[in-house]
Nanobody
Framework: QVQLVESGGGLVQAGGSLRLSCAASGRTLSGYSMGWFRQAPGKEREFVAAIRWGASITYYGDSVKGRFTISTDNAKNTVYLQMNSLKPEDTAVYCC???????????????????WGQGTQVTVSS
């Protein structure tokens, strides 16, 4: 059973930065996609970023490209999301997820992900 535990959310002013962490336990992650998704009140879940564990292949949603960076620490089995130049529209609950399907690239479709964390709230004030 995979466990994903997020941390690092909080309240920040527009233009500020936050770093989210997602600690994974329970299985080997090599070759799988780890993703970050977010959901704001009244909106559908949105893809933010994904990385293929062990290959450093990454992909970003258009709304965060150039501002967010996804990375991994293999020794800690942790994936990070560094968020810079935050905007009020980035306010959402952010969840990390694991897709236990090996692929050549990274998976960006939420339905490919089968394990999810509980989420962490990010609030950006204007």
């Amino acid at each position: 059973q995979v466990q994903l535990v997020e941390s690092g959310g909080g309240l920040v002013q527009a233009g500020g930065s936050l770093r989210l962490s997602c600690a994974a336990s329970g299985r080997t992650l090599s070759g799988y996609s780890m993703g970050w998704f977010r959901q704001a009140p009244g909106k559908e879940r949105e893809f933010v970023a994904a990385i293929r564990w062990g290959a450093s292949i990454t992909y970003y949603g258009d709304s965060v490209k150039g501002r967010f960076t996804i990375s991994t620490d293999n020794a800690k089995n942790t994936v990070y999301l560094q968020m810079n130049s935050l905007k009020p529209e980035d306010t959402a609950v952010y969840c990390c997820a694991l897709a236990t399907v090996r692929s050549m690239g990274v998976l960006i479709n939420q339905y490919a992900y089968n394990d999810w964390g509980q989420g962490t709230q990010v609030t950006v004030s204007s």
